[in-house]
C-alpha cells in the first residue's frame, strides 16, 4: 500500500469511495467542489494497481485545532490497517504544524476510539468548528458523534 497527498487527478475516486458511504448513511456527503477545495487536505492509499482505496483529511480549524474527516476506506480492504495507517499520518503531519487538539464527527466511534479518540458533548468543541455545518442538510439536528484526542494522549496507533 502507498499513502501519498490527494491530487487533482484522485477527485472523482474520492467521490465515489465517500458518495458510496454516504448513501448508506454512514457519512455525509461531500460534493465534487469541496474535495477541490479540499484536496490539499487530504492523504489517499493507493494499492498496488494504482487504485485509490483509502482517504482521509485534515481540516485545520482554528490555533491548535483540526479535524479528521472525509475518512473512507473501499468496503473490501476495511479493517486492513488502512484507515488507521492514514489517521497516524494525518496527526504527524498536525502535530508539526502544532496541533494540540484533533478532532471528529462521525458515526463510527468504534474506530475512533481504537485510535485513542474519546467522545465528548458536541457543545464542548468551539462555535469555529460549526462554521461549515450551515450549509449540511442535517443541520441544525446533527446526529454524528464528536470525539477528540490531544496531541499529549500517548500514541496507541
Not at 48 to 65: E, I, N, P, Q, T
Not at 100 to 125: A, C, D, M, N, S
Not at 128 to 156: H, Q
Amino acid at each position: 500500500m502507498k499513502y501519498r497527498k490527494a491530487v487533482f487527478a484522485d477527485v472523482e475516486s474520492i467521490f465515489h469511495l465517500v458518495n458510496d458511504y454516504a448513501a448508506g448513511g454512514a457519512m455525509l456527503a461531500r460534493s465534487r467542489n469541496t474535495l477541490y477545495e479540499t484536496l490539499r487536505d487530504m492523504i489517499v492509499a493507493e494499492d498496488d494497481a494504482g487504485k485509490v482505496v483509502g482517504v482521509g483529511g485534515l481540516h485545520m480549524m482554528w490555533d491548535g485545532l483540526a479535524e479528521v474527516r472525509t475518512m473512507a476506506i473501499a468496503p473490501e480492504l476495511a479493517r486492513c490497517g488502512i484507515g488507521s495507517e492514514i489517521v497516524r499520518r494525518l496527526m504527524e503531519e498536525g502535530r508539526a504544524l502544532g496541533v494540540r487538539q484533533f478532532f471528529t464527527l462521525t458515526y463510527k466511534p468504534g474506530f475512533f476510539k481504537t485510535l485513542g479518540f474519546h467522545i465528548v458533548p458536541k457543545e464542548t468543541l468551539p462555535q469555529k468548528v460549526w462554521k461549515e455545518c450551515i450549509d449540511c442538510p442535517k443541520f441544525p439536528n446533527c446526529d454524528e458523534i464528536a470525539m477528540v484526542r490531544e496531541t499529549s494522549d500517548e500514541m496507541n496507533l
